[in-house]
């Protein structure tokens, strides 16, 4: 295991924007630029190629450079997770080699993604490939892009297989994530990391480790603070920094298709001079109309300076 892999990892843990100057061209300046806004902000971790970054939707030879350069500039300061979600458990494998020798710290699995598997298909799936990963394993519940929840019962039996040591829930179902928290008490060692940003902080109140926020590639500080006052128990700066979070939220409602928060943090980051707004296909960036939005909201929530 990594030496810069604590067990379980806690903290926030953003799920990397892919910067592109094109389709099939990493934006190396721009990446850069991301990473050490990132690290300043004080984040516990970095998750490459998730559902943010566009994984799915990179070329293999893209996701080697990201996960090659990636690792090459954060120098081992917070770990690196890789995600290795794929239709193709062959692919899957590979790219954890490949992430290992770049020096990753562990890699992040969601589902097979076309041929949805039932809970014991996945369970049989699972027990076949974490042996085979060099890496260890953080499994991603992601109904809304896999077609399959993770039950209960699946997580707890998986999280018996060797090597698994953390699970990253992005359904939204807050009574479900409790039941998660339940039946893991027996097992400090495993990490419980919550995806919507806007329940981390109720996650983390009631036991959770952590959250991997999308929103943290663009604002880290506010996401870390809101994780050190969940642990604190301080329920008055916890609501206080909840109001931010959801003014800062109305990003994500500058378009009107469900790529937006994608193209909105892209956007966002493009205006502060972070790095380029290039979308994969099919989607596009924002153009002039979006971007006017996207701009007010930055000024309004004082991550800009108002013109």
């Not at 770990?79 to 562990?106: M, N, Q, R």
């Not at 994530?177 to 990391?193: A, K, V, W």
């Not at 663009?218 to 003014?247: G, K, M, S, W």
Request: aromatic letters at 8%; charged letters at 20%.
């Amino acid at each position: 295991m990594s030496m810069n892999l604590s067990v379980p990892l806690r903290g926030v843990i953003p799920p990397l924007v892919t910067p592109l100057q094109d389709i099939d061209t990493l934006d190396q300046t721009g990446l850069e630029k991301l990473i050490e806004h990132v690290l300043a902000g004080g984040v516990n971790g970095l998750f490459l190629l998730g559902t943010t970054g566009e994984g799915p939707g990179l070329s293999k030879r893209l996701q080697h450079e990201l996960v090659r350069s990636s690792c090459q500039l954060i120098k081992g300061r917070v770990p690196v997770l890789v995600g290795i979600t794929h239709s193709s458990f062959v692919e899957s494998i590979e790219l954890a080699e490949y992430s290992a020798d770049c020096g990753a710290a562990a890699v992040v699995l969601a589902p097979p993604y076309y041929f949805p598997a039932g809970q014991a298909e996945l369970l049989e799936y699972l027990e076949h490939l974490a042996p085979k990963l060099p890496l260890p394993l953080y499994l991603y519940n992601m109904p809304a892009m896999t077609k399959i929840d993770i039950s209960e019962d699946t997580l707890r039996r998986a999280a018996d297989i060797p090597n698994i040591i953390g699970f990253k829930d992005s359904s939204g179902n807050m009574i479900r994530y409790h039941e998660y928290l339940r039946i893991m008490q027996h097992r400090p060692d495993f990490s419980l990391l919550m995806g919507p940003e806007e329940l981390l902080a109720e996650s983390v109140l009631f036991g959770g480790h952590g959250g991997v926020s999308g929103g943290a590639n663009l604002h880290p500080r506010l996401f870390v603070n809101i994780y050190q006052a969940a642990l604190r128990q301080d329920l008055t700066e916890v609501l206080r920094l909840q109001q931010e979070l959801y003014r800062l939220r109305r990003l994500y409602q500058c378009g009107r298709y469900a790529s937006t928060f994608i193209k909105g943090l892209k956007c966002a980051l493009n205006i502060l001079g972070i790095c380029n707004d290039c979308m994969t296909e099919p989607f596009r960036a924002f153009q002039i109309p979006e971007r006017k939005q996207v701009q007010a909201l930055l000024e309004d929530v004082g991550l800009l300076p108002q013109t």
